[in-house]
């Protein structure tokens, strides 16, 4: 079936550094892609639309020039969490839309010290 | 997208059938209805999707009643390795965004 890798799965970072999550499909093009938040015992969380070709478009209370994102290929679409801090620590998990609905990456988890 | 309400958690023991319910009041004509299934520091996985009445697969099936505004997630025989967190979403087979709701903690014991 279609697979989504998603890279690293898990980052410690520093506070005021940046980190850079992959999502790429492996099997198929994705045209978009869709990156979601997830804090502990907690729900998935829209932060933002990811288009081939196209700028992304982010849910409201998302900081754009915050949360970078990059989709120059069909199959690659790059999280960027610029000047990280501590609160920024969450679990980043990508999607990919299919025909019967969406598959996920495996997540990655970033601590921000 | 309309919007589900299920409950938060729900308890059961290994070999026991589990079924957990979804409710969809304000389903849209050309919506479908998907689970996933989500372990802990992992993505979620697709377990079953489906339109009206039943759906099959190898590992659950899903009841869906005439007016659609409810589903039935139906897990046969559950092991341990079934604990996790069981998500409904209801959207057109498009799904321009996916929205969660808090999904149920399903929990299995020995």
């Known amino acids: 079936g279609a697979v989504v890798s998603q890279h690293p799965s898990r980052v410690i970072c520093k506070s005021g550094t940046s980190v850079k999550i992959e999502c790429r499909s492996l099997?198929?093009?994705?045209?978009?892609m869709f990156w979601y938040r997830q804090f502990p015992k907690q729900s998935l969380m829209l932060m933002a639309t990811?288009?081939?070709?196209?700028?992304?478009?982010?849910e409201q209370g998302v900081e754009k020039d915050k949360f970078l994102i990059n989709h120059a290929s069909l199959t690659l679409s790059t999280l960027t969490v610029t000047s990280a801090h501590p609160e920024d620590s969450s679990f980043y998990i990508c999607?990919?839309?299919?025909?019967?609905?969406?598959?996920f990456g495996s997540g990655t988890r970033l601590t921000v010290v | 997208l309309a919007k589900t309400t299920q409950p938060i958690s729900m308890d059961s023991y290994e070999g026991q059938e589990v079924n957990i319910t979804c409710s969809h009041n304000?389903?849209?004509?050309?919506?479908?209805i998907t689970w996933y299934q989500q372990f802990p520091s992992q993505g979620p996985r697709f377990i079953i999707q489906?339109?009206?009445t039943k759906v099959t697969n190898e590992v659950a099936s899903l009841f869906i009643p005439a007016d659609r505004k409810s589903s039935t997630l139906s897990l046969p025989r559950v092991s341990l390795s079934d604990t996790a967190v069981y998500y409904c979403l209801v959207g057109d087979s498009g799904y321009s965004t996916l929205t969660f709701g808090k999904g149920t903690m399903l929990l299995v014991s020995p």
């Open positions: 999607s990919a839309n299919l025909n019967y609905g969406y598959t």
């Open positions: 304000n389903i849209a004509t050309n919506d479908y």
């Open positions: 099997d198929f093009q994705a045209t978009t």
């Open positions: 990811s288009n081939e070709g196209s700028k992304a478009t982010y």
């Open positions: 489906g339109y009206k």
